[in-house]
């Protein structure tokens, strides 16, 4: 059974909130683009655990879309790339853009593949 469309935007909303202000701790603590690695990395642990959970869909709704959707960051992923290929070249910009997906990547497969052999 899937949730009503008002009570899966609401799921979507607070877990959106509580990855924001995740986001921003994470931020506080470490900064520039160490974070952004750091967050998306986390993230998609965190995705990737969750999806290979024995979890009904609200909580992917609240955890999944909400949650990881907000605490990762892609934008600032996408700004970090940029800045760096314009302040020190396209070599900076590419190597931050592999370092993201050489991180988020396995992290993903990690958390998936953890998960699934605890409830497996």
């Known amino acids: 059974m899937t949730a009503a469309p008002i009570f899966a935007?609401?799921?979507?909303?607070?877990?959106?909130?509580?990855?924001?202000?995740?986001?921003?701790?994470?931020?506080?603590?470490?900064?520039?683009?160490?974070?952004?690695?750091?967050?998306?990395?986390?993230?998609?642990?965190?995705?990737?655990?969750i999806t290979a959970a024995p979890i009904g869909s609200t909580a992917a709704l609240l955890l999944g879309v909400g949650f990881c959707g907000a605490f990762t960051t892609f934008s600032s992923f996408a700004v970090g790339t940029v800045r760096a290929a314009s302040e020190t070249g396209a070599r900076a910009g590419a190597a931050v853009a592999a370092s993201n997906i050489a991180a988020a990547l396995p992290a993903f497969l990690l958390g998936s593949f953890l998960v699934a052999e605890s409830f497996g």
């Open 9 to 49: 935007t609401a799921l979507v909303g607070v877990g959106g909130a509580l990855g924001a202000v995740s986001r921003h701790a994470v931020g506080l603590r470490v900064e520039g683009r160490r974070s952004v690695l750091l967050v998306n990395a986390l993230g998609s642990f965190a995705l990737g655990a």
